[in-house]
Structure formats: C-alpha cells, structure tokens
C-alpha cells in the first residue's frame, strides 16, 4: 500500500507546483488530469470501456485503415510480443481498435485494460502513453510511476501519432509492457520500433488514399515524418503528407490546393530533396526493365513520352552504360 500512496502523494505534490509544471511536460500533465480532467491518482474505478456495437462502429468507419495497418501490427508484434509486450492500435480518440497479444499474456492485458474497446484518452484515465501521446500530439514513453493513476503504474507504454493522408491525427500506435522489470533503456529500443512503423503505416495509407498517383519520396531534416508526395498523369501535386506539408510550407491539414510540381519543385526549400526522389525513383524503374523505356514508363504509371521529358530534364540517359553510371 505504500507504493501507492507514495506515489499519489508525488502526483499531488508535483502537480501544485506551478514551476514544475513549466518544467516537466510530464508533471504538465499530471497537472492538466487534475484541473482539466478533474481525475485524482488515487481513483480505483474500472477502465471505461466501449460497448461492442460501438466499437464496430468505430471500427467500420476505420475500415480502410485498420486494413492496411494490420500487417504493420503483425510484424511489430513479431519482435516484442515475446517480451511481455502488447500491440495496440487507437484512434484519434484514445479508444483501441485492434489488438495484438500472447495469449499467456492476455488475462492481465485485460486485466489493466488494454483490450479492444477501452478507453485511453488522458481525460479518462490522466497521464498515460496513448492519452498523452493523442493530447500532445508527440512520441511519448510513459514508464511505469509515470503515469498519472496509481493502478496503472505496474506498466510501461511507448506510443507515437498516426497521421491521415489529409495531415489530420487519426490515431495513436501502442506498445505496452506486462514486465514489472522492463527497463528504460529497453523501453527507448521498443520505442523507436513504435515510430517506425507508425510512419510506415501513415505512408501505407497515404499511397492507398491515391492509388492512381505516382509517389515521391522527400529528403527532409525530420528522418521520423513519412514525407510523400501524390503526383497525377499531369505532373500535379494533389496530396501530401504531414511531413511533406510542414517541408513545404502547406497547409497543415485538409485537401490541399493542386499545385504544379514543378512549381513546388522549383522552391529553393524543395528542389534538390524531391528532385533527387524523382531521379532515383525513375531510375530504379529503368534498372528493372534493363533500360525499356515503354516498361519503365508503364511502371511508374506515365506515358511513354512524359517519361522520356523526364529523363531528358533529370539528365539520365537510355543506355544500360548511362545507368550504370548515375
């Protein structure tokens, strides 16, 4: 019982703190469950928790999404699922959608809550790795006597953002440990795995939001963003990523505005990460078709002229040699 209360009497010291606050994102936090949310540390109330007609609602309307993320969640599943660890996908509302777990593990995930239909948004349950994560809009470990409940301080969670093809937060990816013993250090190596593939699956569903459009990769300061570009048959940048977004200057979220791509190429912030892209994304294609221009033209989804005026203005020429050598 007194790991308990000390650890209640810590949330509740820290949090009056107003220094501390400015301080700590994490006692902000605590500070913000207490006189936001209206929570105390010491609350044993069971987890909310969605009925199931809900969540298949929820679930539906996410269809597409939880598609394309599954096999993300299975592989991620593959490398921490022996180590005690759980995989949880949310939406932009802390609620689970979907859930990856060993089956000797799964009485106490359920236990804790983390299970399909719970409630993990930080008005419901204070400082927590998905409520967090969601209410800060950042990757995020909450380690065991961090969170802001006391029930909730044998775990520890590593969570990062998903963001939608429109640049809108549509969820939250989870990795939550049953281990008393998990150390910190452990936590930053699952915790890097966590935000890898939540990137992937942001970029997985941006290619599956434009099926028809070609996509460029960007280099950009910020390695953890997914920064893609959607162009059509018309060279037109009609979707971009949350990275893309902020690396160009465009609106944050929403359907942009079509812009021609060599006017946004032609930026001076722009020019030589996604010009690179193109070359190198144009030049796999020809590799692979040993240098067949038609081939490398249907690949990439372009016409057989449009791919020869990139080339010509990429500088990459049509010989196996001139491929060789760029």
């Not at 359920?110 to 930080?122: P, R």
């Not at 409940?149 to 590593?158: E, F, G, K």
């Not at 599956?208 to 059509?232: G, M, Q």
């Not at 010509?312 to 491929?323: F, Q």
Request: charge should be negative.
């Amino acid at each position: 019982m007194k790991p308990i209360n000390d650890h209640i009497d810590k949330v509740l010291s820290a949090s009056e703190s107003a220094s501390a606050s400015a301080r700590s994102r994490l006692v902000a936090s605590w500070r913000r469950s207490i006189t936001v949310h209206g929570l105390d540390p010491g609350r044993h109330a069971p987890i909310d928790r969605i009925d199931q007609t809900a969540l298949s609602h929820r679930r539906q309307a996410m269809e597409q999404f939880l598609q394309v993320a599954a096999p993300k969640l299975d592989q991620l599943f593959g490398l921490v699922g022996q180590s005690g660890c759980a995989v949880l996908l949310c939406d932009f509302e802390g609620v689970v959608l979907d859930q990856r777990c060993r089956d000797a593990d799964r009485d106490i995930f359920q236990s804790w809550g983390l299970a399909e239909g719970a409630n993990w948004s930080e008005a419901a349950e204070g400082t927590n790795g998905i409520g967090t994560c969601l209410a800060e809009n950042r990757r995020i470990i909450i380690h065991q006597g961090d969170h802001f409940l006391a029930r909730n301080t044998a775990m520890s969670c590593m969570d990062a953002p998903i963001y939608g093809p429109d640049g809108q937060l549509v969820g939250a990816l989870d990795v939550s440990s049953a281990r008393s013993e998990q150390t910190e250090a452990f936590n930053r190596l699952i915790a890097a795995m966590v935000t890898q593939t939540a990137r992937q699956i942001e970029a997985d569903t941006f290619r599956a939001a434009f099926p028809d459009a070609r996509i460029l990769h960007a280099d950009a300061d910020d390695t953890e963003a997914a920064t893609l570009l959607a162009i059509d048959a018309d060279d037109i940048v009609i979707g971009a990523t949350r990275g893309a977004r902020r690396a160009f200057g465009m609106m944050a979220t929403g359907q942009i505005n079509p812009i021609p791509a060599t006017d946004l190429f032609g930026r001076s912030d722009g020019l030589r990460g996604f010009e690179k892209a193109e070359r190198a994304a144009v030049i796999r294609a020809l590799t692979r078709t040993g240098g067949n221009v038609s081939q490398a033209a249907r690949d990439l989804g372009i016409g057989r002229a449009t791919l020869y005026r990139r080339m010509k203005r990429l500088g990459i020429g049509e010989s196996t040699d001139d491929l060789s050598q760029v």
